[in-house]
């Protein structure tokens, strides 16, 4: 099994359904445009580099947005 | 009303308004358009994996609204840096509001941090409103290090307490070279008329207009009070008198 921490909880996936790209990620946890921004091992990527962001096991990745706020 | 200036970009609206806490997303825009608030702020979260289409900003036209990103949740000047670059990388935007509150109970602004925080991120290009408690000194320290605004206090967050800082607000009023924001605890709009009654340039209200019974109308109690505010500053208050000043001539008294 091959693992991510994605906002603070683990998940595994077995290694053919292991996402390739943030993009696919995305897709695989049905996360809409909502999501303004990531983080993949502290490091920040844009949405535009989503598609073109690869995605290895044991990354530590944070989906973030807005909500609303004062 | 005369614009307000916030890092060289003008507005016509003095009253911030904040985005939490609204009962819905239309509601929330309702209650935006009605007040004419220009900026509005909102806060940077995790995505609820098990509700990812959750969207409480759908309504938020982006077009007409500088959106202003809080770092709300924040405890040190560290994790502040960090929702503000990853706020920058999201909206293309790099205004900031810089909040560092380790204090769950009353939400108390961190001086030291928000400074420490306040200084990198101006050398890293961002507009920064650091909201702080009401202290003259730190608003000037904040102002040298090139902040856009002070955000001072008028009371703990959410408290609708008003302006229990007053004294310490006039300080930083008549002291700042950059615009003061009230922010936080106005629970009423006369909180907001007294706020700029006293020279603030401008308030931010969230809690008052959200969990009204009618954010609506209450948007635009606080809009009204806050244009109010502004036109008696500009008029000129005269001050409080010990005595009685009679308004009414005090000769030709039918009495004689």
């Not at chain 2, 930083?172 to 009654?197: K, R, T, W």
Request: include cysteine; charge should be negative.
């Amino acid at each position: 099994m091959k693992s991510l921490q994605i906002n603070g909880q683990r998940r595994q996936f077995p290694p053919e359904e292991m996402p390739a790209t943030l993009s696919a990620l995305l897709e695989k946890l049905q996360i809409g445009p909502t999501t303004v921004v990531a983080e993949v091992d502290g490091r920040i990527v844009r949405p535009e580099e989503f598609a073109g962001t690869e995605v290895r096991d044991g990354q530590t990745i944070e989906l973030i947005k807005f909500m609303g706020g004062g | 009303m005369d614009k307000l200036v916030i890092a060289g970009r003008q507005f016509d609206s003095r009253l911030l308004v904040g985005t939490g806490k609204f009962a819905s997303p239309q509601v929330m825009a309702q209650a935006l358009a009605a007040c004419g608030a220009e900026i509005v702020t909102v806060a940077l979260r995790r995505v609820d994996i098990g509700n990812p289409q959750d969207d409480t900003l759908r309504e938020v036209d982006r077009e007409k609204y500088l959106l202003l990103p809080n770092t709300s949740g924040a405890r040190t000047a560290e994790e502040a840096i960090r929702l503000s670059r990853l706020a920058r990388a999201a909206t293309n935007i790099n205004w900031v509001k810089l909040e560092v509150t380790p204090d769950p109970y009353y939400l108390l602004p961190d001086p030291v941090e928000t400074l420490k925080a306040a200084e990198t991120l101006v050398k890293e290009g961002f507009v920064v409103l650091p909201y702080i408690n009401a202290d003259p000194i730190l608003a000037k320290r904040l102002a040298d290090v090139g902040t856009a605004t002070v955000m001072p206090l008028g009371s703990p967050i959410g408290s609708n307490q008003g302006l229990k800082t007053r004294a310490a607000l006039e300080i930083i009023i008549e002291q700042s070279s950059v615009p003061v924001v009230v922010d936080a605890g106005l629970g009423l709009p006369s909180h907001a008329a007294e706020a700029m009654e006293i020279g603030a340039d401008a308030v931010l209200v969230n809690t008052a207009i959200a969990t009204a019974s009618d954010p609506c109308e209450m948007a635009v109690a606080f809009k009204l009070a806050v244009e109010a505010g502004r036109r008696a500053y500009l008029a000129g208050p005269r001050a409080p008198a010990e005595r009685a000043q009679a308004s009414s001539p005090l000769t030709g008294f039918l009495r004689d």
